[in-house]
């Protein structure tokens, strides 16, 4: 088969010419003018589409492209322009269906002639750059319809009166003014932007911004913002049935600049019912619309943020400041409790938990707490209150909530170390009484320091209850060593590390007899167990419990501090002593023994001596006696020292001096630390650096920082630089 001769094969031209019949585009284009007419007056049913589509294809295919397409313009523009008469012609109501009806029949044609046209969409059109049949449609619709002078500003206006009436309340057939919005779209969102958008947002603009002074004149702040909120949603309904959904942005745009932004300043400050009315009185709807409605406006939050703050602040200020209310401690620490409460509530809820407004309260907080450098002992006190009575019955839950809450404000003190200084006190003073309501409760709040602030603040506290629990295997120890001891008085010792608890001066009073011969027998028993320590008894830290028989031979037992026992046992063997003779035989420093008086023959009720003469306070110059009249329902009898809940103005002054004593060796240990770190460092940045490092514990006070300094400078840990005198250098 490969060795055959291949053979060549030419394609040759007709031998004679063929000849078209000149007037054969001209027939052609009649028979499918004659089918455009026909579909155009709904009279498509007896053509035959087939027939149509090869006369189409013909025409293209022997050159005659171009007049098939300029014929296509003409008619079409005929019928469009007949179209247009037919529309203008249509009065009131029927105007926006007739235009509807004659666009819809335009689609259903163009839709017919494009499938007849189809060869001449697909090779003519984009080897010749024209415009595809369907588009052509929607250009001549707009060219003709659209754009006639008689149509184009009817159709804005009915549009647009149609909008009006809905917000008047009216009910209007959004099905048209949707189909309408629609063909616009279609016809590309220029002509829905030129036609009818960019007039709807100008007429809307202007008829808000007259609703909106209407309202503002007339309304308060909540109800004017229920309007806004309702005229909002209506534009968004309204956007979402009829109109491009790209409107809904430029909409609600508007509606916010006009009804909301314009107004802001005046919403927030109005009268009687503007944002600090809705704070004071908790109206959290309106708080929630307020911060819905600003959130949508440049700013708003910011706003709202800045008067809540100034108000927050100003009460906050007149709280700690006001002389009534520093008198109770404990209610003005629930004052603070229950403000910051009521604000956590309104940014929880109201304000979405909004980031930047718990900042803002926090920051308010800090600043007005501050404000009374009597905060962090009336924290402690307030603690003192809660875990000697006021947690008594109360839920593990609601304890460990209060303790968070105390925990809260604690955080915000700056004098850290001043509270600490306080509740080592108040702490000491409950467990020496066996006053805590709990030991969990007491150990939580410990944990709970310890971890804001790190193992060393609450390292002496924890050695308390070390104390606590070894004296009382102590205690069994000397009892079973000294079985003798049954039947006498009971002594209870609780042995104190002295670094670990607050610092007391040395006080001693001559104890009775009986007493301390048995203190005797437990130093003895305790040193002999311990070697190389020293025992020192602080009688003003003890109670103690003592049989009591009055004039009728009543009995009672009285609970009572050391002081008043040393007191009450020397009328055993005296019916009458002065002031003198007691202060004599007991040593007790005047300020303690007066109180102690005071509290055992003054106080109604617990009233175990008399005094003569009878008066308010203690003198020199009284006597005392054993008031054999005394009497109470209760067999056991508490008997309380007067004594001032708040520290007196020497104590306060004398904690004072201790905390700024106790800050002397944390400021130079941190500027040790930082130059150790740095080698050399300016004054300005070493001064933030250490206010940096020592904020945990208190805010150091620049003046005392530079002290340190001079102090670290003159012991050689530090030095000057020669040619800057600004610049210090680390000693190794």
Not at 268 to 294: A, P, Q, T
Not at 306 to 313: D, N
Not at 430 to 445: C, I, N
Not at 551 to 578: I, P, W
Request: hydrophobic residues 35%.
């Amino acid at each position: 088969m490969s060795n055959q001769k291949k053979k060549n094969f030419q394609i040759e031209a007709f031998k004679h010419r063929v000849v078209m019949d000149p007037k054969y585009a001209d027939k052609t284009w009649k028979i499918l003018e004659h089918a455009i007419h026909e579909i155009y007056n709904h009279n498509a049913s007896g053509l035959s589409f087939e027939e149509l589509y090869r006369n189409a294809y013909n025409m293209v295919l022997h050159k005659f492209g171009e007049k098939l397409y300029s014929g296509l313009v003409a008619t079409m523009s005929g019928h469009l322009k007949e179209i247009a008469k037919s529309v203008e012609a249509a009065h009131g109501g029927s105007f926006l269906e007739e235009l509807n009806r004659k666009w819809n029949d335009h689609n259903k044609a163009l839709q017919m002639i494009r499938d007849i046209l189809m060869y001449m969409d697909r090779t003519y059109i984009p080897s010749t750059q024209k415009t595809p049949v369907h588009e052509l449609g929607l250009n001549l619709w707009r060219e003709n319809v659209i754009y006639s002078s008689q149509i184009r500003t009817r159709l804005l206006n009915t549009l647009l009166e149609l909008v009006q009436s809905e917000r008047s309340g009216e009910v209007v057939d959004r099905g048209i003014i949707r189909n309408i919005t629609k063909m616009l779209m279609d016809l590309g969102p220029s002509v829905y932007g030129q036609e009818f958008e960019n007039h709807f947002l100008q007429v809307s603009a202007e008829f808000y911004r007259v609703e909106s002074q209407k309202f503002i004149e007339c309304c308060d702040c909540g109800d004017y913002l229920k309007k806004a909120e309702r005229r909002l949603n209506e534009e968004m309904d309204r956007v979402s049935h009829y109109l491009d959904p790209g409107t809904e942005t430029k909409i609600t745009n508007v509606v916010e600049k006009e009804m909301i932004e314009n107004h802001m300043l005046r919403l927030i400050h109005m009268e009687n019912s503007g944002l600090v009315h809705m704070l004071c009185d908790d109206k959290y709807e309106d708080l929630g619309r307020i911060y819905n409605l600003f959130h949508r406006v440049t700013d708003g939050l910011l706003k709202i943020r800045e008067v809540m703050t100034s108000h927050i602040r100003e009460s906050g200020k007149q709280l700690v400041t006001d002389p009534e209310r520093l008198k109770d401690p404990v209610e003005y620490v629930q004052r603070l409790l229950d403000k910051k409460d009521k604000y956590d509530k309104i940014i929880n809820m109201p304000f979405n938990n909004d980031k930047s407004f718990q900042n803002a309260l926090s920051s308010s907080f800090e600043y007005f707490i501050n404000l009374n450098p009597r905060s962090p002992e009336f924290i402690s006190l307030f603690v003192d209150d809660k875990l000697r009575k006021g947690l008594k019955g109360v839920s593990e839950d609601d304890v460990e909530l209060t303790l968070d809450k105390v925990m809260m404000l604690f955080r915000y003190l700056q004098e850290k170390d001043v509270f600490e200084k306080y509740y080592k006190q108040h702490l000491a003073k409950r467990l020496l009484s066996g006053k805590t309501v709990s030991d969990d409760a007491e150990r939580s709040l410990i944990v709970k320091l310890k971890t804001e602030c790190g193992y060393q603040f609450t390292s002496k506290m924890e050695g308390m209850f070390t104390d606590m629990k070894t004296s009382q295997d102590t205690m069994q120890g000397f009892y079973a060593s000294h079985p003798e001891l049954g039947d006498g008085p009971t002594l209870t010792v609780q042995v104190l590390t002295t670094g670990s608890w607050p610092t007391q001066s040395n006080v001693t009073c001559n104890l009775p007899a009986e007493m301390s011969a048995l203190c005797e027998k437990f130093r003895s028993y305790y040193l002999g167990t311990h070697t190389g320590r020293r025992l020192s008894w602080q009688t003003n830290m003890g109670t103690a419990d003592l049989k009591a028989t009055f004039g009728k031979g009543q009995k009672h037992e009285l609970n009572v501090s050391t002081y008043q026992m040393c007191v009450l046992m020397l009328f055993n063997n005296a019916d009458r002593l002065s002031y003198k003779e007691i202060e004599q035989a007991t040593e007790i420093p005047a300020p303690d023994l007066k109180r102690c008086l005071q509290s055992l023959a003054l106080v109604k009720g617990r009233n175990v001596l008399r005094k003569e003469p009878m008066s308010k306070d203690v003198g020199e110059d009284d006597a005392f006696f054993v008031n054999d009249k005394f009497s109470s329902k209760l067999y056991k009898v508490k008997i309380g020292t007067v004594v001032a809940q708040k520290e007196s103005e020497p104590e306060k002054q004398e904690t004072r001096q201790r905390v700024e004593e106790d800050r002397k060796p944390q400021t130079e240990a941190a500027i040790v630390r930082i130059m150790k770190s740095r080698k050399q460092l300016d004054h300005n940045n070493l001064i933030a650096e250490v206010t940096k490092q020592l904020q945990s514990r208190f805010l150091a006070n620049p003046t005392e920082v530079k002290k340190r300094i001079e102090s670290l400078i003159e012991r050689d840990f530090l030095e000057r630089d020669d040619s800057d005198r600004k610049l210090y250098r680390y000693l190794a």
